[in-house]
């Protein structure tokens, strides 16, 4: 492999790879959003965070919300431990793939 080819497969990674600390940034402020879940390529289970969380807010006026803003919060509260293996299974598969 000639060194240009090795230095745009670097820079291609570099382009593709996600950030463990962007990931937390979003988790903290935009994780009601499920904003951290989408960025580490989890868009399906962002999207039923998001619908938990908003469906908690919603039906909190009659007090079953609680439930649902408490089981987002447990949910939020452990994706800040998964957050960093998701990352690194992201960014192996953009090794997998460029080296492909």
Not at 28 to 56: E, P, T
Not at 67 to 86: E, H, S, Y
């Amino acid at each position: 492999m000639s060194d240009t080819s090795h230095s745009q497969r670097i820079m291609e990674y570099d382009a593709r790879a996600k950030s463990t600390l962007l990931a937390y940034v979003l988790w903290f402020f935009l994780g009601f959003l499920g904003a951290h879940r989408m960025y580490s390529d989890r868009v399906v289970s962002g999207l039923l965070q998001l619908l938990l969380h908003g469906i908690g807010w919603l039906t909190t006026p009659i007090l079953i919300g609680w439930v649902f803003v408490a089981l987002w919060a447990v949910w939020w509260l452990i994706d800040a431990l998964l957050i960093p293996g998701w990352i690194r299974d992201y960014n192996l598969k953009v090794v997998r793939w460029l080296s492909g």
